[in-house]
């Protein structure tokens, strides 16, 4: 038996079962005309062989990494510009680079089995690899490479650490590119809480999240963003293989002890490559002088990286927001709770309302506690499917007084999204990704909006970002089976399906009463093909969450449309149209698991029903 180290591409057609189901002939002559254009020339330029067809994928062998992603990048180049029409031909394709079992022509191996699990999570028309091969390749090629995260892959015990791989952008110059290779780069790693008391876990991390938003205001620093820091929370690191890991030149760490009304912060900027100090100081102050504090860190951050500080760069460090202590506090207290709320708590979600509140009594003037009170009455009222303030008059209220706030902008779009004022949503989503690419909520709201606008694909690509930025979150992912299913990408759905269930799993052992997660567990059972086991946990949601509109929903319109249970669905969808209100309506129209049934008559009866008492509602409230 032999074995060999060797670079593993492994490629598949996306959605092509749904292409075949559409136009059989014309789909496979296009794909043998691919491979024989574009797919085996451009193995064969890179030194490569194809040693195995599996129907409309293939896997591909190489000398090097390097090659296998230069033939990868190749491959889909080619094949977007060949494919221009309204239903194109799109590969996902893996890489990775791992001890080969051969065997005659064939090989088999982990090294293989990694490869085809990195093209499942590739996206539509990327190229997906693992860290192994990222770090092989990485300044080797003029490409990028976006962290995915860690990937649990099905068979394979250690979780994959999966990087997409992309080319630079056309306007991205050799001499722009250079000039981003050489620019600064910092993670700040979360504070570490040295108060003795686990209740102030929010002040360490809104201090650690503040001056990651402090220094991401400088132009000459680049910053990771808060999500890829705080993966490190709570683990001792080795800070060169972090600055490694992250791309960065410097790593900043420190701690924070909060005791009646002092605080002490430490904190030490280090040299990624060197390991040595560039600056390390410890600060002693009195609680009130937080706010000067935190510029004086991020002043000394930049002055110890030999960066000239503008004026207006300094100007929007120093402004907080709110100069009431007591606010910020409880502001900080509210932003930490909000990433549980997230996970479709309402309870949680009230408190943070609550806490805002008080804090806009003691200012009514502190816009990101007004945006804070916006993003969450969006999640009651769109995520979680509760009556009350759907967030437009907060979201307004932030934007007046900072239009810089990408979540506020996020909260309008989704707000209009729901009132199918999907152009006037559009440019708020757009203003919150320009504003911050790299927000959860803004890049949440934009996979939905195109979802309902049917740009199903572009959803699928916000959905998934998502769903690395929140490494908890379940809604995303249980958003991308429908956005997948929509493409009739069932690799993707199921994919997704695997995702949503690990995430919402750790959920319900917690809360087991969850019905929001107990909601897309469901779903994603039924995508996996575990009927039995969705029918069952479907009876306990039932029983236990019976009021949660939004659940009941999906149950009706993905669970039961996927076990294809069309009678079922509309049982559970005509109760539910006889009391909604017009956001969920207009969802409802444009939903695409609901297109198996969008002709049946007693669909169209629900919907002119329910059409006709909405219009009746509204003509009586004037």
């Not at 760069?313 to 402004?319: G, N, R, V």
């Amino acid at each position: 038996m032999q074995r060999k180290l060797t670079a593993i591409l492994s490629a598949d057609v996306v959605g092509y079962s749904g292409l075949m189901e559409a136009d059989e002939a014309g789909t496979h002559a296009r794909l043998k005309d691919n491979r024989a254009r574009i797919f085996d020339p451009a193995v064969s330029a890179s030194g490569g062989r194809v040693f195995k067809l599996l129907g409309d994928g293939a896997l591909a062998e190489f000398p090097s990494v390097v090659s296998a992603v230069e033939c990868a990048l190749a491959i889909q180049a080619g094949t977007a510009e060949a494919e221009r029409g309204p239903k194109p031909l799109r590969y996902r394709i893996g890489v990775n680079l791992g001890e080969m079992i051969v065997d005659g022509d064939d090989i088999y191996g982990d090294g293989v089995n990694v490869a085809a699990r990195l093209q499942t999570l590739a996206p539509v028309g990327g190229v997906a690899v693992s860290r192994l091969v990222r770090d092989q390749v990485d300044g080797k090629l003029a490409c990028l490479f976006d962290d995915m995260g860690e990937h649990q892959v099905k068979n394979i015990e250690r979780p994959v650490h999966v990087f997409s791989v992309r080319r630079p952008e056309p306007d991205m110059t050799e001499a722009n590119t250079d000039t981003a290779v050489r620019k600064l780069a910092v993670c700040v790693l979360p504070f570490a809480n040295m108060s003795g008391d686990a209740e102030q876990e929010y002040f360490s991390d809104g201090i650690s999240e503040d001056i990651i938003t402090d220094l991401s205001k400088v132009s000459a620093l680049a910053v990771v963003s808060r999500n890829s820091a705080f993966m490190y929370k709570g683990k001792n690191v080795d800070l060169p293989k972090v600055a490694r890991e992250l791309k960065v030149s410097h790593v900043l760490e420190g701690s924070v002890r909060k005791s009646g009304g002092r605080v002490r912060i430490t904190a030490q900027l280090i040299d990624g490559a060197t390991n040595a100090h560039v600056w390390a100081e410890r600060y002693d102050r009195d609680l009130n002088d937080i706010f000067a504090l935190q510029d004086e860190i991020s002043e000394a951050i930049v002055k110890a990286l030999k960066l000239k500080l503008l004026p207006e760069e300094k100007k929007a460090i120093e402004h907080r927001g709110t100069e009431n202590v007591e606010a910020y506090n409880l502001y900080l207290m509210a932003r930490q709770y909000s990433v549980v709320a997230s996970l479709g708590d309402p309870r949680m979600a009230e408190s943070i309302i609550r806490l805002c509140r008080r804090a806009l009594e003691l200012d009514a003037n502190y816009a990101q506690a007004w945006a804070l009170i916006a993003v969450t009455q969006v999640n009651l009222r769109f995520y979680m499917g509760l009556e009350g303030n759907d967030g437009l008059e907060a979201a307004e209220r932030a934007i007046a007084l900072d239009p810089n706030l990408a979540e506020a902008h996020a909260a309008k779009g989704v707000v209009l999204t729901f009132a199918a004022d999907h152009a006037g949503a559009l440019v708020e989503v757009e203003k919150a990704l320009a504003l911050d690419p790299d927000s959860y909520e803004a890049t949440k709201a934009a996979g939905r909006l195109h979802y309902i606008t049917r740009n199903r694909e572009t959803a699928v690509r916000y959905l998934e970002k998502a769903a690395a930025i929140m490494n908890t979150d379940y809604w995303a992912c249980g958003m991308l089976m429908s956005a997948y299913r929509a493409i009739h990408d069932s690799q993707g759905a199921h994919r997704a399906a695997e995702r949503t269930l690990s995430r919402t799993e750790k959920i319900m052992s917690q809360d087991p009463n969850n019905g929001s997660a107990m909601g897309f567990a469901i779903e994603a059972l039924a995508t996996l093909g575990e009927a039995d086991r969705a029918k069952e946990l479907m009876k306990r949601a039932i029983l236990l969450d019976p009021d949660n509109i939004n659940m009941r929903y999906n149950l009706a319109c993905s669970t039961l449309m996927q076990l294809h249970d069309a009678d079922g669905c509309l049982d559970m969808l005509d109760p539910l149209l006889k009391t909604i209100g017009r956001s969920l309506l207009n969802w409802t129209k444009s939903d695409a698991d609901l297109d198996p049934i969008r002709d049946h008559p007693r669909f169209l009866a629900i919907m002119a029903e329910a059409e006709a008492r909405l219009a009746e509602e509204e003509k009586s409230q004037g």
